[in-house]
Every structure is written in structure tokens, then in C-alpha cells.
């Protein structure tokens, strides 16, 4: 198993947003996390990444058999966890060339590999770049600065195709999106899935899994999995709504 | 642990007792007796062989000093100096000057191997072609070690050239008409209490001059090292640009680490005539101090640059890591019709540090313009100020400026300051100002994290950002370095 998160409870300044989440995901799978406003979504990805403020009181996170909880954000980056961000973060001044090349850097020296030649380097960024329409202009300004929504997007995926992760966490990543970037994103995830990658895509909208198609689709309500099926229950979904899981929960 | 906390944490330990310049280089040296007195003055003087003007001249600036009060108006705190407690000439002993750096004692040669000045490999590196097909650009270095120069690289090709390029104390003899027209003519010898000071007792520092029409054909370079006790560190530079001349001057000091402070009070003069540029950039990294703020070495420099003919220009562009208090202005005087003025400042204070630091744009001419950017980055416990006046003369008409300062603060024990001053006495001039203060977030750390920059790697990215703008402004060669100091300086990881 790639990923197991283990009965798992996390309070953000006392409020408890995780009760008791359950998940298991093989490699080479993907898994939509569906589930309405306020169930812990995007909770469940920031604890995955690390982030400060969160707090784990029960349970654990093992990825490839071990637990990730007592690991910095930048060590689980290094060991093949990555997360799409719903709300990229501007850094003024660093271009983005620069940053891309600074992180896989610092994540080939963490696993004990050699730097990224420059040649090299620059060849898989222009590749990864033009899959996915991103200019030289944009390469060179800075880490999502003036970016558009989409722009920004793309560069998530772009940052993702350079780090090539174990598995890749999905937030929210068509939010903002107009129908042209939409397709131009979910080709540039479809293209990385691989029987050694796994993904989960945590959304609202069944929109997104019309391009991402799940192997399973789980959802989400008051900090549990509520209900897990295969790609059909996102359908369900759409024409149901989140209610009944919400008060199933309760 | 929250990695703002973790940031601050860091910055606390931070490495002011890591200092990596921190070693001292066993090597006797000459002193003056310590403590201050006419005769002391007399004895650099006599030192030097210099000419009787020049001792007057040191005398009259010595009685001066006596009259005058340390300013107390900059925003720093340091007990109470004590002059006669400190030693005003150091040169190292059996010292004459050499001929060639074979003639150089290897131990000072080891000790500038060690801050990485390959004044050595410089000579040989010359005209190398590297395999790209470019030519390493060439860099001079004139390096002072406490008060004397030990070894001018380039001086042949530079003669070529017609550039004079030496220790101001060889200017004084080979050169004292030069010396004399434009010394203290910009930082006149009662400017200021350190200026003053320096004036009396200035013990060495380089001297260049660039004939009318020339284009100095590579980097001079200074690099200053404080190595003996409790020795004041008093150099003097005087650069002149003659009419359609360029030159570019790069400065890096460090100096080892000590638990006591070092008083440094160094006057730089520029001077461009008509059509002729002067870019001047510092790398400074003296010794901080310790994590309890003890020791460190006090910066309290003038720096002063005037723009005497017209379309003359001055850009002046400092990074400041170093020091325990630094005190330090480099401004421009806008004599010159259309003359400009160029301050570009990275300031980054850490442990228990104080900077007081920034620039006064003087426009006295018609259409002169200038420029400050100014970057200040406050970690640890210390204070971090910026200083500055725009000020148009009645007659200063078609006057500009453009400033902008902005600060970054890493933590909360530390504290960022903006002090600008703006007069403008005629009507047509134009001032805009714009500032900024803000802090390092923790969402920005945390998405280079999850990427795979460890905090401090995340720390430095962030920052060198904030300064792109600045850093862009150095040279080549010296904006590595810098970048590299910068990472050195907050990280507290050495190497």
C-alpha cells in the first residue's frame, strides 16, 4: 500500500475538523475525494503535506509502510508526496525557472542524488512547459506573480511534472478554471499517471472527473469517509447532492 | 514546531558564534603605542615618509577632533569608546613594501586563500579562455591588511591604461599633487566626528585615478581585513573620474572574530567630472558579534560621492551582513546639470545587531536625477534603520528622485525602520517615495517546503527575492558572493 492514513484525528486551535478518517490508496490508483464545504478536505491535504497549525491527536499517516507524522514538510516532499495547492503562493522576485530548479535540487540531494545538469534540466522543463502551454516568458517571471488562475494552475502541474512524486495530492485544482484550461490541466495530470503514481483529486464538482477519471471516489462529510465507490457514485452525487451523507454522518 | 517559530529559533542561534571568517592569522606586527596624541599622528605619519603638508594637515584635523562630540542622533546603542584605549597603527612587521606578490609574507597569502581571494591565481588567471570561449573578466585587488597594503595585482596592465591604482599612502609619494587637489574636498576634514577622526589618523586604503577619456579596462578591487587587536581600522579612498572616464571599485572587508569591539572609521571620497561614471559596490561582512551580542566590530563610515561636472554619475551599491552597529550614509553630491545619483542598498541585521544606515541624495544642479532602492532585512533581536534625505537646492530645477525602501521582517523580537527626509526648495523638483514593510509568511515557507526546501533553503529563497532588485546591480563575480552571504547570513549553517 502507498498510502494508509489510520483512524486519523486532526484539531486545528482546538476545533476538531478530522474524526476518525479511514484510507487506503495502491499505487497506480486514483482516488477523488468528494464532499460539501467544511467536511475536512482540505484539511485532509495540508495534514498530509505537513503543515503547521494542525494538530494530530489519534492515528497515524504510513506512507510506504512508514509513518510520515514526526517528518517535515520538505522531507515528505523528498520522499514522493506532493500536493497541488488551491491557492498557489506568490514568491516576488523568484523566477520560476529558478524555483523549479531549487526544488528538484533539493529533492535529488535529500535522496542522496547528484544535482540536475543544466542542459538536462533544461530540456525536461521546455518539455514539460510546452505540453502544457507554458511560455519562456512565463518561466522566467516570478513564482506565480501577476499569474492568472489558470496560469497558475498550470504551473502547479508543471511544478508536479518536474518533481515526479510518488503520489500527488490534487486541492481543488479546477477551481477557477475556465473549460480551455480545465482540459490543458487534466491532460497534464493524465499524462503523469502511471502504475507507480498514485493520486488522490479532492473537488466538489463531478466536472473534474469527466477529464480525471477515478478508479474510486470517495466522500467525504464531518471529517470521515462517509461512502466510497467506483466512478459512478461522483454521478450520483451530482444529481443528489451532499445532504443525505451529511445528516448519515451526524 | 511552527516553522515561523522554527525560523526565529534558527535566527537565534544564528551564527555570529559560527562566524566563518573567525580566525586570526599569527603574524607579528608593528604598533604604534596605543591611545591618541600628536605624536601618535606624527609617528603614522613618519611611518609613511609622507610629505609636510599631509601631516599638517593630519594635525589640523587631530586639534579639530578634539572640540568635536560623537553624533548620538542614529538609532544605535554601544557603551561609551574609549579613544585612548585603542591602538591607531598596525602594520605587519619587517614590512617593506613589496615588489611582487613572491616578496609577500605566505602566511597573509594563506589568510586571503581563506576569505577566497585568489590574489595569487589572479596574475595567472589573466587572460585564460575559458571553454564557452569568454575570458574570465579581470578583477585588481589592492588588499589592506590592518593599515598597510600588501600587494597591488594588475598594477602593469592597469599602467597601460594610465590608471592609477594604489595604496594611497605610495599616492602620497608619487603622486602628491593629485592627492592633494582632492583630498578632503568632498568629506572636508571637519565633517564629522569620525570623519574627522579618520582625517587625523588614516592609516592606509587605496587611491585611483582615471585619466580623462578612459575606460578602465577591468575590476579594482579592495578587500579589507581587520586581524590585529584592538586595532582601529581608520582607511582612506579617493577615486577620481576624470572627464568621459569609467571605473568600477568592488570593496569587501571581514574581519576575524573577537570578543572585544573593533572601531572601523573609514572616509571614501568620489569625484566624477564632466560625463564621467563611478560605480562603487560593497560586499561587508564583518564580524557581528556573538549570540549574546558581545564583541563585533563598529562600522562608523563616510562615504561620500560628487558628481563636479556635468552628466557626471555615481552609483554606489552596498550589501551589508556584518558588523555589531553599523553607521554609514553613502550619498551623492549633484553639482553637476544633469547629473545622477544611484544608491542600491541590501541591509541585513541579525542576532543583536544595529544598522543605521541609508543615503543623502543632494541635488544642486539643473535636471540631476536619482535613485534609491533600498532593501533592509531584519532577523534575531536587532534593529534595522534606514536614513535618508532627498534634498533640492533653490537652484536645482528639473529635479527628481525616486526612492524606495522596503523592509523584511524574519521573527517578531526584531525591529525595521524607515527615516526619510525630503526638502525640496525649488518648485519644479519631483520626489516620489514609496515604502514598504512586511513580514516573511509562513504560507510562503511552507509551499517551498512542500516542495522540498528545507527551512533555511526556504528562508534564503524568499529573501533573495525581497533583494533581486539590488543584487542585479552588482557585478557579476560579486553577485554570487553576495547571494551566497546572504544565505550565510540567515541560515546559520556555515559553508
Same mark, same amino acid.
Not at chain 2, 571637519?190 to 577619456?213: C, K
Given at each position: ?250 | 514546531?511552527? /516553522? $515561523? ?30 591611545? +591618541? ?21 593630519? +594635525? ?15 538609532? =544605535? ?19 617593506? /613594501? ?29 587572460? $585564460? ?95 579589507? !581585513? ?85 552628466? /557626471? ?5 552596498? $550589501? ?13 553630491? +549633484? !553639482? ?73 521582517? =524574519? ?7 524607515? =527615516? ?8 519644479? /523638483? ?36 525581497? $533583494? ?28
Amino acid at each position: 500500500m502507498l498510502l494508509e492514513i489510520k483512524n486519523l484525528h486532526v484539531e486545528i486551535d482546538g476545533k476538531k475538523i478530522l474524526n476518525g478518517l479511514d484510507l487506503a490508496i495502491e499505487q497506480g490508483k486514483v482516488h477523488a475525494i468528494m464532499g460539501p464545504n467544511g467536511s475536512g478536505k482540505s484539511t485532509l491535504a495540508y495534514v498530509l503535506a505537513g503543515k503547521e497549525d494542525y494538530a494530530v491527536t489519534e492515528g497515524d499517516i504510513l506512507f510506504n509502510g512508514e509513518s510520515v507524522l514526526d517528518l517535515d514538510p520538505d522531507e515528505r516532499a523528498a520522499r514522493g508526496l506532493f500536493l497541488a495547492f488551491q491557492y498557489p503562493i506568490e514568491i516576488p522576485g523568484v523566477a520560476t525557472m529558478t524555483f523549479l530548479r531549487t526544488a528538484l535540487n533539493a529533492q535529488r540531494k535529500a535522496r542522496g542524488e547528484g544535482e540536475l545538469s543544466t542542459p538536462d534540466f533544461l530540456k525536461r522543463v521546455r518539455e514539460a512547459a510546452g505540453k502544457l502551454e507554458i511560455n519562456q516568458d512565463m518561466l522566467r517571471r516570478a513564482v506565480n506573480v501577476g499569474f492568472s488562475g489558470g496560469e497558475k494552475k498550470r504551473n502547479e502541474i508543471l511544478q508536479m511534472a518536474m518533481l515526479e512524486p510518488r503520489l500527488a495530492v490534487l486541492d481543488e485544482t479546477d477551481s477557477g478554471l475556465d473549460i480551455d484550461a480545465l482540459k490543458i490541466v487534466s491532460e497534464g495530470v493524465n499524462r503523469l499517471r502511471s502504475p507507480e503514481r498514485a493520486f488522490i483529486v479532492i473537488t466538489h464538482y463531478q466536472r473534474l472527473l469527466d477529464y480525471i477519471v477515478p478508479d474510486v471516489v470517495h466522500v467525504l462529510s464531518r471529517g470521515r469517509i462517509v461512502k466510497t465507490g467506483g466512478k459512478e457514485l461522483a454521478l450520483e452525487l451530482e444529481a443528489s447532492g451532499y445532504a443525505q451523507y451529511q445528516s448519515e454522518a451526524a | 514546531m511552527p /516553522a $515561523v517559530q522554527e525560523t526565529v529559533e534558527q535566527v537565534r542561534r544564528i551564527d555570529v558564534d559560527q562566524y566563518k571568517y573567525g580566525f586570526e592569522t599569527p603574524i607579528e606586527s608593528e604598533k604604534a603605542p596605543k591611545g +591618541l596624541s600628536e605624536d601618535i599622528v606624527r609617528f603614522i605619519s613618519e611611518k609613511k615618509n609622507e610629505p609636510q603638508w599631509m601631516l599638517d594637515w593630519r +594635525l589640523d584635523a587631530y586639534r579639530r577632533w578634539l572640540t568635536m562630540r560623537e553624533p548620538a542622533w542614529a538609532r =544605535v546603542s554601544y557603551p561609551k569608546i574609549d579613544f585612548q584605549n585603542i591602538y591607531y597603527y598596525a602594520a605587519p612587521k619587517k614590512f617593506k /613594501a613589496p615588489k611582487s606578490l613572491d616578496e609577500v609574507d605566505p602566511e597573509i597569502l594563506r589568510t586571503y586563500e581563506k576569505l577566497g581571494i585568489p590574489l595569487r591565481e589572479q596574475e595567472i588567471l589573466a587572460g $585564460v579562455v575559458r571553454e564557452d570561449g569568454s575570458t574570465p573578466s579581470k578583477v585588481a585587488v589592492d588588499a589592506v591588511f590592518d593599515s598597510v597594503s600588501v600587494a597591488t595585482t594588475f598594477k602593469e596592465e592597469l599602467k597601460k591604461a594610465g590608471v592609477i591604482f594604489m595604496p594611497i599612502s605610495e599616492a602620497l609619494r608619487e603622486h602628491p599633487e593629485l592627492v592633494r587637489r582632492y583630498i578632503g574636498t568632498v568629506v572636508p576634514v571637519t565633517d564629522n566626528f569620525y570623519a574627522t577622526l579618520n582625517s587625523a589618523v588614516f592609516s592606509d586604503g587605496s587611491f585611483v585615478y582615471v585619466p580623462a577619456g578612459v575606460r578602465c579596462p577591468m575590476e579594482l578591487s579592495t578587500y579589507f !581585513r581587520i586581524n590585529e587587536k584592538n586595532t582601529g581600522q581608520f582607511e582612506r579612498t579617493l577615486i577620481i573620474a576624470d572627464k568621459g572616464s569609467y571605473v568600477s571599485y568592488l570593496e569587501g572587508c571581514t574581519a576575524p572574530q573577537r570578543d572585544e569591539n573593533q572601531l572601523h572609521a573609514a572616509v571614501v571620497e568620489l569625484i566624477t567630472l564632466d560625463d564621467a561614471e563611478i560605480k562603487y559596490s560593497t560586499v561587508q561582512n564583518w564580524y557581528p558579534g556573538d549570540s549574546e551580542g558581545r564583541g563585533g566590530v563598529y562600522n562608523f563610515v563616510t562615504k561620500r560621492g560628487d558628481c563636479r561636472g556635468r552628466n /557626471a554619475k555615481i552609483s554606489w551599491t552596498q $550589501v551589508e551582513t556584518g558588523s555589531a552597529i553599523t553607521w554609514k550614509y553613502p550619498s551623492c553630491i +549633484l !553639482r553637476g546639470d544633469n547629473s545622477r545619483g544611484e544608491f542600491y542598498s541590501i541591509a541585513i541585521s541579525n542576532g543583536h545587531q544595529q544598522v543605521d544606515s541609508g543615503t543623502k541624495m543632494i541635488h544642486l544642479g539643473k535636471n540631476t536625477t536619482s535613485r534609491i532602492i533600498s532593501k533592509g532585512i531584519a532577523a534575531g533581536k536587532s534593529q534595522n534603520t534606514y536614513r535618508g534625505l532627498v534634498s533640492a537646492h533653490r537652484k536645482a530645477t528639473g529635479a527628481r528622485n525616486f526612492t524606495n525602501c522596503d523592509s523584511l521582517l =524574519v521573527g517578531d523580537k526584531c525591529g525595521a525602520h524607515t =527615516v526619510p527626509y525630503i526638502e525640496a526648495r525649488n518648485s519644479s /523638483a519631483v520626489f516620489e517615495h514609496e515604502a514598504t514593510t512586511s513580514k516573511i509568511s509562513a504560507d510562503m515557507l511552507f509551499y517551498c517546503r512542500q516542495r522540498g526546501l528545507s527551512a533555511e533553503e526556504a528562508t534564503a529563497l524568499v529573501v533573495n527575492g525581497f $533583494v533581486k532588485d539590488v543584487l542585479q546591480q552588482l557585478p557579476m563575480e560579486f553577485a554570487v558572493e553576495a547571494q551566497k552571504l546572504i544565505s550565510i547570513s540567515l541560515e546559520g549553517s556555515v559553508g
